[in-house]
């Protein structure tokens, strides 16, 4: 049982190898849940001997539990949490009365449904609807931040988005706020803020558009997001369960162009933290940068370390086979196997559809602290955010 109030799985027949889609509803007021059978599939009573597969929403499967009755993987990884949490002092030691358990974030983690309801009211943000917004505003800090209203679409962005994201990507957004801080003077940052103030509607389609799409393919997501928020690596010799790699096959590559798109702005202020304007690097100026191939552009952040960990995902031969249809899956052993160079015709490597997953969540994790710096620098300074 996953955290969301319906999980979907699409797993393939172990006979015929074709998709089937299946559903668990949760309803956690009542304590009650059901099945569904949503595609190419029905339920009927239980035939003893028949194959058993195991599915989770939020958690891998080691591979030789994949087909056994009556085991519970999670069990085992969440007592391995737990012990990680309490060697790093991570582990949160609140008393029950002082937790609000229907607020973020102790909550459980059901970030697709705050999501359905955040898509609407940034799309109407964005669209210039303001009038919409204040009873969206009202139900969400009814149902998610009763303790500290909701104050406009940015704060809402930016609070989902420091409770989606884990962890481990709350250290680097941390360590990237604490290094921009002696940069936060108008002498300084003007020049940069007008340069900015024309590149936000574009920053603002992509971050919408890539978010857009993690949150469509959760189902798949999911099952590994929150690996990447604490900077887990999956198990060894583990599977995921819901395989729909149709719909998220070019997702790498589609999140690779958006934040190395996005990364010029840790390349401007790696100019000015080295004593230069924004728009001079090292050996070029901010046009020529601009005019480098997307994975050129992480080389002027290396510098930096606090910059170069928020990059550490932006691997430039998996972007090429993702976003040029250059990958291949099969669905009976997981494994993805891709081509890079022009044309594919590289030398053909392999990857698991749960590392796959991973490490497309981490990217995505990335963009999104991103833009959370970007957030808190326009709330700062007065700008129009990138939404």
């Known amino acids: ?56 929403a939020n958690f891998v499967i080691p591979a030789e539990l994949r087909h056994q009755d009556r085991v519970f993987p999670r069990v085992l990884q969440m007592h391995g949490i737990v012990e990680k949490l309490e060697k790093e002092g991570r582990l949160a030691t609140r008393s029950m009365s002082e937790i609000m358990l229907d607020e973020r974030s102790f909550r459980r983690p059901d970030f697709e449904e705050e999501w359905r309801a955040l898509k609407t009211a940034w799309s109407l943000y964005r669209r210039g609807k303001d009038h919409l917004l204040a009873d969206r505003l009202s139900a969400a800090s009814e149902q998610f931040y009763k303790s500290e209203k909701l104050d406009d679409v940015p704060d809402w962005v930016f609070r989902f988005l420091t409770s989606m994201s884990g962890l481990e990507y709350g250290k680097l957004w941390n360590n990237v706020a604490d290094k921009m801080k002696p940069l936060m003077r108008p002498n300084v940052f003007s020049g940069f803020l007008t340069h900015y103030g024309k590149t936000v509607d574009q920053r603002s389609e992509r971050y919408f558009s890539i978010a857009k799409s993690y949150f469509a393919n959760y189902s ?28 998220t096959k070019m997702f790498y590559g589609d999140c690779f162009e958006i934040f190395s798109s996005s990364v010029d702005i840790l390349a401007m202020f790696s100019n000015m933290l080295a004593g230069r304007p924004f728009d001079k690097f090292e ?57 890079h160079g022009k044309g594919g015709s590289g030398e053909e490597q392999k990857i698991s559809y749960g590392e796959y997953l991973l490490r ?11 833009l959370r710096y970007e957030l808190l620098m326009c709330n700062v300074t007065g700008m129009r955010p990138p939404l």
């Open 360 to 370: 497309s969540s981490r990217i995505f994790l990335q963009t999104m602290t991103l």
């Open 283 to 339: 050996r070029l100026e901010l046009k020529a940068y601009l005019r480098l191939d997307k994975a050129g552009r992480f080389a002027a952040v290396e510098a930096v370390p606090e910059f170069a960990a928020l990059c550490a995902e932006h691997d430039n031969k998996l972007r090429n086979a993702s976003h040029h249809g250059g990958t291949k899956f099969n669905a009976t052993s997981q494994m993805v196997a891709y081509r």
């Open 1 to 56: 049982m996953g955290q969301e109030t319906r999980q979907v799985h699409r797993i393939a027949c172990t006979n015929c190898g074709e998709d089937m889609v299946v559903a668990l509803h949760v309803d956690y007021d009542k304590i009650e849940s059901w099945a569904e059978a949503v595609e190419n599939a029905e339920e009927v009573p239980e035939e003893v001997g028949a194959p058993v597969v195991n599915v989770d």
């Open 220 to 247: 798949d997501f999911g099952q590994v997001h929150f690996y990447a928020g604490r900077g887990d690596d999956l198990p060894e010799d583990s599977h995921v369960t819901s395989n729909n790699f149709d719909a």
